[in-house]
């Protein structure tokens, strides 16, 4: 598999401006087609065992690629291994540590509370709820299949019901943006309508937070930790993360 197999040129070109969930955004997606990819091979066929070791190579090629480019560690500073020297260990071992560290982005992000978090006026609420419908309507008419379909019309109903608490988690939001990236321009009825609904909803929550954000005092809170390695033997050949979980998250 090659960058383009992993991510295509659109999908970057939507990828959010902050580094950190760029690349939680970036490995999310390229991880869907490995994943989609591997449903296709035979994996007690010798041919096919090798096709998943060479994608498997692939992402693990594009993840660190990514990283060094965003300036995430430690996948910046991670060494790509040989293809002769790669497989279902280094994999695995690759995946394991991969979730560890977008684990802890994602829980960090989490953590700011009412940052990533905003009160949603009833009028915008409106405006998002006709959004979400005629989302759902592109999802009814495209070509996904029944079980694409039916989790991409679960995280739109999960939204839904956030919409309905007295703050919208951004939490929900990157699920229903992540979800819809995830799925082929092609195999939408009409991928313009679909995008722009979702920059739409994206601009409807960024606004009001952007007003909530002027109106609210600003708040001296403690920076967050930097990332830690998930085993003690990347203490000192790993950087540390040089940059504060604490920047916002641009929606």
Not at 30 to 36: H, N
Not at 75 to 104: C, N, R, V, W
Not at 129 to 150: M, Q
Request: proline share 5%.
């Amino acid at each position: 598999m090659n960058f383009f197999d992993f991510i295509t040129q659109d999908e970057l070109d939507e990828l959010p401006e902050d580094p950190e969930a760029a690349f939680v955004l970036f490995a999310s997606l390229a991880q869907g087609r490995l994943t989609d990819r591997q449903r296709s091979l035979d994996l007690n066929d010798s041919s096919d065992w090798e096709v998943l070791n060479e994608a498997r190579h692939g992402f693990m090629n594009v993840v660190v690629a990514a990283g060094r480019r965003f300036g995430v560690e430690p996948f910046s500073s991670m060494e790509m291994p040989k293809i002769a020297d790669f497989g279902d260990k280094e994999h695995k071992q690759f995946k394991s540590d991969l979730d560890f560290y977008i684990t802890q982005i994602v829980v960090g992000n989490s953590m700011r509370g009412k940052r990533d978090s905003v009160t949603i006026p009833f009028s915008v609420k409106d405006r998002l709820r006709s959004y979400v419908s005629a989302l759902k309507s592109e999802v009814e008419k495209a070509d996904l299949g029944e079980a694409r379909r039916s989790a991409l019309l679960d995280k739109l109903a999960k939204f839904e019901q956030e919409l309905e608490k007295r703050r919208l988690t951004l939490l929900e939001l990157t699920r229903v943006i992540v979800a819809v990236a995830a799925v082929p321009g092609a195999l939408w009825a009409s991928t313009e309508i679909t995008f722009t609904l979702v920059n739409k909803v994206i601009q409807a929550v960024g606004e009001a937070k952007a007003t909530e954000d002027s109106e609210r005092q600003s708040i001296s809170v403690e920076p967050m930790k930097a990332l830690s390695p998930p085993r003690a033997e990347n203490l000192s050949p790993v950087p540390r993360q040089s940059r504060s979980l604490d920047d916002e998250i641009p929606f």
